[in-house]
């Protein structure tokens, strides 16, 4: 199973594009990446997913290398209650595909 | 809306006590997951289960156990509770297929006196 690194903390201030970038040069594949964010006291909340195309929904865009081998998930006017560690995951899509989480990437959005 | 219900939000136990952590899905998902989650850390997997009766260790298996006799269910025992099993507890399910969102519960704060 392909794991992730991700940088430990990230600021942004509120307004601007957050880029939260993750590196998983071991990927296969089949497998898709994932992200959560976390905020304290809670169950991580899932953002978005995508295999090699990129990907955009309500809440963020998610931006995948050609070679896969990094990505990157863009929150595009950060507001404070974005602040939160963002959780980058590499999941093989059959059916015993364990969910290995790295340490994630604290943001702090800031006035 | 899909839902994992973990079925403690906050427990004491004493060190020595047999502990169960319940947790159940409601959207027929055939892979459970049980996380631990520590300051510094991150979430670490302790197992998962891909189908009913069906395991598979995680990263940090040792002192914990798993149960799923029912596909919605899915348990974690700690057969004896040490200090060092004070953490916050996470459940995870998800369907067996490409590209499927993964559901977790709401946590649960163990600790162990």
């Known amino acids: 199973d392909a794991k992730t690194t991700q940088p430990t903390s990230m600021d942004c201030a509120e307004g601007r594009a957050a880029n939260l970038p993750c590196n998983h040069s071991t990927i296969s594949g089949n497998e898709y990446v994932y992200w959560y964010r976390q905020i304290h006291s809670q169950g991580p909340q899932y953002i978005i997913h995508g295999l090699k195309n990129n990907e955009t929904n309500e809440m963020a865009s998610l931006i995948i290398t050609e070679d896969r081998k990094s990505s990157t998930l863009i929150l595009p006017h950060a507001t404070l209650r974005d602040t939160a560690v963002y959780y980058c995951i590499v999941s093989y899509s059959g059916n015993t595909g364990k969910l290995i989480f790295g340490q994630g990437t604290t943001l702090q959005v800031k006035p | 809306d899909v839902k994992v219900t973990q079925s403690s939000r906050y427990l004491v136990k004493r060190t020595g006590e047999k502990v169960f952590l319940e947790c159940v899905q409601d959207m027929d998902h055939e892979n459970m997951f049980w996380y631990r989650q520590d300051p510094g850390l991150g979430l670490r997997l302790i197992y998962f289960?891909?189908?009913?009766?069906?395991?598979e260790k995680g990263d940090i298996p040792e002192g914990y156990s798993v149960s799923r006799e029912k596909k919605e269910r899915f348990s974690l025992i700690l057969e004896s509770a040490s200090t060092n099993q004070t953490s916050m507890y996470l459940c995870?399910?998800?369907?067996?297929?490409?590209?499927?969102?993964?559901?977790f519960g709401e946590g649960s704060w163990l600790t162990v006196v």
């Open positions: 289960s891909y189908d009913v009766k069906m395991k």
């Open positions: 995870a399910s998800r369907t067996g297929y490409a590209g499927n969102t993964i559901y």
